[in-house]
């Protein structure tokens, strides 16, 4: 019966959809009715309202709803959504101020005289709308208002200039910062929550652990990250549309005539260029750059792109006056001013402590007011022209109410789904494919596509990916991250937006051109652009790394990069460090050899020791790396042989799985006609053939479980083992390294310290005299805060030690001559510590941090804060392929 409800839910919200029903209604509406029918079909049949849902019932799933409107809307951590009304903000200020006209007719001059250089320049201008609106129907119809009869009247032809206004106009779903993005990141980050969930289920059931090695979880994604990862591919369509006008107008020069321009390239001409184009750059600069730079996150920089877009509003409409530029002025100076001063102060109220910390506050103060000042003054001007103001805000509330309201509804869309058992079909139709992830991954894409004929992009952010996402995320053969999921699925919804005949873009575009350009023409026209999209697509799909390196690279260099001994790190670091391990053999060793050819015997034998293992460790370095080579390598020579058995197995494995579900479910369904009032004989005869087709599943199971080979347990034995020897030689270099470079960084800070140590025996001479003149209170309170000075002091717990003991003395029953007795021990250790720092410091210190240097980008790399730039490069371009981890399930 769940299934029934499964598709009464589907009919209803797709009937709901075609008959033109607000999509915000449409979805919950849907799952409310069809919950409804199924809690009052299951009370009316057995008495229980739970009786026809999979999963949970209809408690649980109001439940589910009320968490997602919590989630939603007062969940602190899900601050994603934040950033929403903030890049609509800015995007409908800039195309109601007038700004992409502006650019539009711009950039159609300096490109003109180029073959096909007024198609180049929509492109152009199509990504930088992109970049700045993000929104496709404003961006379609701008330029079809605008260029079209531009292109037109210079002859292009009308399948080609129809096509490149549409194509143009969809970029904006992959250029950032596009609301798209931001809707995939919110839910492919709760998909990669539940894909980990999943992940660890069946890595516990493969290998009986609990825990989930972090090297084999699932890779999350954020808005930032999104951003950053269609960055690449997004400039990669846009080099393609180019590449294309450019070389079509070359061959057939009657499709794309080059426009002379009228006037000449004359000062005042680049100045007309410069201030359309300069300050919408400024502003994508701006708010991507203040997230790829780790200025701002996702949010602040929406921020920062709605007061840019306010500001360019104050002038743009305010034309002609000598006050024109004057608010955008004051704000470009008090933007640098406050940059300037924040590199030369730290303008925090709560550390003022001297002069200086006065004056910075003081002078972000009135920088800050001049930004404010500068602000409101081109709101007041946007406000009172043509009311442009409210009618933004009025657009931006309308838009946002939708996206918040479709994404709640949804999310009760989607739970319901789940309730009726539509997420494990889904995941078992997808699993039983063959061809594995990619089989899987081509039909979710297709279906995407299609459903792009009819549902806008929010529709299929909020209601599709977080059904099928989980379990492509899931799937660790292709291991894929969530960002690059994101994106191929933000690119696939870009192409279904032109595909003929639905393509959104094309209505856009159909409804603003002039009679005279046919649906044909524009039909025609984006068949090329199809072709290039999906060519970007491909692109993207098969150089994952195009994707995935820029987010990655932006994350191990940013502020909050991970330590090296980060383990998610550890393989693609040592894969680079072994490299340089091979190149700077001889090197290393030399540093050794001459630090081993040092007079250290005045140092305490302790510390002579830790040398000599720093010595003895690195020298075994190379022999560690060769042990690891050696061991990845039997891991490698064994895998082809290997893997064939265990996928195999493992297929097996989950149809005998899936038959058990089946029989869970048939036996589920034998309980509920028990639980009737009354058994027929129509109900015995159903049980019977109920009970029959069990048995037959129970013999379909054993018959699997028998195709599983005899010698399976032998070759997943020798699989673990090869693994477990692999592993076993990357932790011992991994400790062996620590070790060693921990134990000469030790000795570095502890000789270092030599002068605050020195400058402590004033301090421990003059205890002596207090213990026998203050009280015993007093005594121990002057003694405290010595300890507390040697606490700080690297290697002197053991003067620290005697002088605790001289303190204790002094407890209940004092005794001063044992307190004076330990403190005098004490000075002794302490002026011989201070007598072999003073030595050392002299005559080791520089050899020392000479072999720090040495040691410090290959055997101290894991102790080390961050990766510096190279190796960070390395490891994000790692990193940013997706590797098959399925022989470790």
């Known amino acids: 019966m769940e299934s029934y409800f499964l598709i009464l839910l589907v009919v209803l919200m797709m009937g709901a959809l075609i008959s033109g029903f607000p999509v915000a209604f449409a979805l919950p509406g849907s799952a409310i009715l069809s919950v409804g029918l199924a809690s009052l079909a299951g009370y009316i049949s057995v008495g229980d309202i739970s009786a026809y849902f999979v999963q949970g019932g209809p408690v649980e799933w109001l439940t589910a709803g009320v968490t ?24 409908i200020m800039l195309q109601r101020s007038k700004i992409a006209e502006d650019l539009l007719v711009a950039m159609a001059q300096l490109f ?20 700045t609106t993000g929104i496709v129907g404003a961006t379609v119809i701008a330029m079809g208002l605008i260029s079209l009869p531009a292109m037109l009247r210079n002859n292009y032809s009308k399948s080609l200039s129809s096509g490149i206004i549409c194509a143009s106009g969809t970029l904006g779903q992959i250029i950032p910062p596009s609301i798209v993005l931001i809707l995939l990141a919110d839910q492919l980050s709760n998909a990669s929550d539940i894909a980990s969930n999943a992940r660890a289920a069946q890595y516990k059931e493969a290998t009986g652990e609990f825990i989930l090695p972090s090297v084999l979880d699932v890779t999350s994604t954020s808005a930032g990250d999104m951003f950053m990862g269609a960055f690449l591919p997004g400039l990669v369509l846009v080099g393609l549309y180019m590449l294309y006008i450019l070389i079509y107008a070359l061959i057939k020069p009657d499709v794309a005539p080059a426009v002379p321009i009228k006037g000449k390239y004359n000062f005042k001409f680049f100045v007309r260029i410069s201030l359309a184009l300069v300050p919408p750059l400024f502003l994508i600069f701006a708010v991507l750059g203040s997230i790829i730079l780790g200025i701002a996150t996702v949010n602040q920089a929406g921020s920062i792109g709605a007061i840019g877009a306010i500001i360019m509003g104050g002038y743009r409409l305010y034309p002609n006056h000598k006050t024109t530029y004057l608010p955008a002025i004051l704000a470009i100076g008090a933007t640098i001013s406050i940059g300037v001063i924040l590199n030369y102060f730290d303008p925090n109220v709560k550390n ?18 001049v930004l404010l000042t500068a602000s409101l003054w081109s709101a007041w001007r946007i406000y009172k022209i043509d009311d442009t103001l409210r009618g933004v805000m009025t657009e931006t509330a309308k838009t946002t109410s939708m996206v918040f309201i479709i994404l709640l509804g949804a999310a009760m869309l989607t739970t319901a789904f789940r309730g009726f058992g539509g997420e494990e079909l889904v995941k078992d139709f997808l699993t039983s494919l063959d061809g594995g992830f990619w089989a899987q991954f081509i039909v979710v894409m297709a279906v995407i596509f299609f459903l792009g004929f009819f549902l806008d992009f929010i529709e299929i952010a909020v209601v599709v990916v977080p059904i099928v996402a989980p379990i492509l995320l899931a799937e660790p053969s292709a291991n894929i991250t969530a960002v690059w999921l994101g994106v191929m699925i933000g690119m696939n919804m870009q192409t279904s937006f032109l595909t003929p005949p639905f393509g959104f873009s094309l209505f856009y575009l159909r409804s603003v051109a002039p009679p005279s350009v ?4 524009i039909y025609k026209g984006v068949v090329a652009f199809i072709i290039l999209q999906l060519a970007g697509l491909t692109i993207a799909g098969y150089y994952p790394a195009l994707v995935n390196y820029l987010p990655k690279l932006i994350y191990l260099t940013s502020e909050a990069a991970p330590p090296p001994v980060n383990p998610k790190l550890q393989v693609c670091l040592e894969e680079y460090l072994f490299d340089v391990y091979d190149n700077n053999k001889l090197q290393i060793r030399s540093s050794v050899d001459k630090v081993k050819s040092l007079n250290v015997n005045y140092l305490p034998q302790k510390y002579q020791d830790s040398l000599e293992m720093t010595h003895s460790n690195v020298m075994n370095t190379f022999s560690m790396i060769e042990a690891i080579r050696s061991a990845e390598q ?16 493992r297929k097996l494995e989950k149809k005998i799985k899936s038959i058990a579900k089946e029989i869970k479910s048939i036996n589920r369904k034998i309980d509920i006609i028990y639980l009737s009032n009354k058994l027929t004989a129509g109900d015995s005869i159903k049980i019977s053939e109920l009970n029959s087709d069990i048995l037959k599943m129970q013999n379909n199971k054993n018959e699997l479980a028998s195709r599983i080979p005899s010698n399976w347990k032998q070759y997943r034995d020798k699989y673990l083992k090869l693994t477990k020897t692999e592993n076993k030689a990357r932790m011992s270099y991994r400790r062996n390294v620590d070790e060693a470079y921990d134990a000469l960084l030790e000795l570095r800070y502890i000789i270092q310290s030599k002068d605050k140590l020195a400058a402590l025996e004033n301090g421990i001479i003059s205890l002596e005299g207090v213990i026998a003149s203050e009280t015993s209170e007093q005594a121990m309170t002057k003694i405290k805060l010595v300890e507390r000075q040697l606490g700080n002091i690297p290697g002197a717990s053991k003067i620290k030690s005697k002088i605790s003991k001289s303190r204790r003395a002094l407890k209940r029953n004092p005794n001063i001559e044992k307190a004076i007795k330990m403190l005098k021990q004490g000075l002794v250790i302490f002026y011989d510590e201070v007598a072999w720092r003073d030595m050392a410091s002299a005559g080791l210190s520089d050899s020392l941090k000479e072999y720090d240097i040495a040691l410090r980008s290959t055997v101290g790399v894991r102790l080390q804060e961050r990766l510096n730039d190279d190796q960070a490069e390395y490891v994000a371009s790692c990193l940013a392929n997706h590797k098959d981890i399925s022989l470790a399930f």
Not at 634 to 649: L, M, Q, T
């Open 68 to 91: 997602n409107l919590r989630s939603l809307y007062w969940d602190v951590e899900r601050d994603t959504l934040i950033a929403v009304p903030l890049f609509i903000f800015m995007g």
């Open 112 to 131: 003109g005289p180029v073959p096909g250089g007024l198609g180049i320049s929509v492109v152009f201008v199509g990504a930088l709308l992109a970049a």
């Open 352 to 369: 003022i402590k001297t002069t200086s910390d006065a004056i910075g506050v003081a002078l972000a103060t009135i920088s800050v007011v």
């Open 518 to 521: 046919r649906t044909q023409n």
């Open 634 to 649: 039997e891991v490698a020579n064994f895998v082809p042989e290997y893997r064939p058995i265990h996928e195999d197995v």
